[in-house]
């Protein structure tokens, strides 16, 4: 079990890894959020919550835009091993199949976690100030480590369901950038229209988002009773979230593992 | 039922009904004896596919049973994969990566050391090319490294499925080759499937012809050609071959069930060469029609369309 998951490991990093165009281009659109854009729209505004520095915010809010799309985009590797690639002297390996899908999340998480370093390095090389303990820290990683493998589930899910590369492709921009607008990661969801704001309320974005902002700058920031109730404590309201997205990453990985399955064994 | 000694492969009343209720496999049963090759020809779509399918466990048997080396495919997969090699039908190699990675990888997902790696590369003439990207590799160099990958791992059993297809004639017949070869350096037992019935003739110890999923004849290319009759009477016939088949009709014996193809008929026979030439000789060949003779020896292609042929004709007759 152990080798075949880190041989399958090695193997699927090795290829994520051999596509640094890829993942520069990724990497590009937060850097010029963290370092360019957010920074203008602060001084173009001057804030706009008291005690909140837009800067932080709207850098923590780039994790849901990168890792999201990272995670979708990883599913036309897997795509490409099942249509024109390795993916059946996989399936022939005396290895658990189960294994297969379980490498690859392992991959998109380690790509995540590269990500996410590689956002707060550069917030904190800006100058930015997060204020966090080690619970909460755990609290924002384990948020945006779930939201990813959600993520992943949907496109694995989708990879086996969905059949023409193109469909995919397309799907990729729809759940990487939709999601990514309406959740607040660039501004509160208070601001939305009435009718639009349950919208985000259900959207996994909008609880990782306000995981990472509650880990990292603090209860007021964080935009939790902006999806809970006010007298819910601040604790028991990141509880909650958690709970939303780790379901979200159960419920997908388990669409995924059926799909996969399916689709593998005829 | 069967008799299920510890053979390499024992596949008895297997049948795969995919969902849709297309019948792809209907209730075939073969052996494979330790060290044999054994060939499972037909044409496209006769079942040969999902047959190694259901052996290499991708697809699951709606009836019967499959052993591989003693392990039943449903409910021992993974030690019924660790007795194979796969080579599939097409390409299935990373193909960012070089040969020598793909190789690697295989020795680390099937736990078998790298040190045979070198050997097996060199024994398919890869040794030089070891760490050229895949993408520069043409199709027979692909095909070859995926024979040496799968034999990496000391397989019982090697499975292959149509390996020259796609691959030009003299390629073709190099891989025959290779693939003879390394069966008797590495003592593997193989399944190969292909729709190349000549190529197989002169490579299998014994075939299995399947025609829409049922074996039609099982035994050495040999036996079925000898069965057939050793030699073939080719007649090029215009468009209408019914007076060359009434002269046949009324020939003297030596000529077996003639065979209708596009413009021409072939008649088996067990006569040698020159009794064969002197009896076309005595027919009215010419004046029926017939534009052409000629004598050839019979083929595993012959005998598959002659069961085929026969096999149609009784489909046909009223009950």
Redesign the interface.
Known sequence: MT??F???Y??RL??SL?QPAALAAQILTPVLWVLVVGPALSRAFGGFAHGVNYTSYVSLGQIVFVLPFSAMFAGLTTMFDRD?????????????RAVIPLASTAVVLTVAAGQFAIIVGLALARGEHFATTPGRLLTAVLAAALLSAGVYGLAEFLVFTITKPQAFGTLITALGATPYVLCGAIYPIAVLPAGIRWLTWVLPWTHTVSLLRYGLMGDTASGLHQIWPDDLPWTGAALLSLAVVAAFAALTQTAAHRAFTRS??? | MMQVAARPLVVDGLIKTYPGGVRAVRGISFEVADGEIFGLLGPNGAGKTTTLGVLTTLVRPSGGRALVAGHDVIREPLAVRRAMGVVFQDSVLDNDFSGLANMRLHARLWRVPEDRIAALLDAVGLAGRARDSVRTYSGGMKRRLEIARALLGRPRILLLDEPTLGLDPIVRSELWEMIRALQAAQSVTVLVSTHYLEEAQGVCDRVAIIDRGQIIALDTPSHLVGDLGEHMLDLGVGADPEPVLAVLRDAPPGLGEPMRTVSMVSVPSSLPAPELTDLAGQLALTAAGVTTISIRPATLNDVFLHLTSAARARAEVPA
């Not at chain 1, 024109?84 to 658990?96: Q, Y």
């Open positions: 080798a075949g880190t041989a399958l090695r193997r090795s290829v051999s024109w690639g390795i993916m059946r002297e996989l399936l022939v390996a005396p290895i658990r593998t064994l005829r």
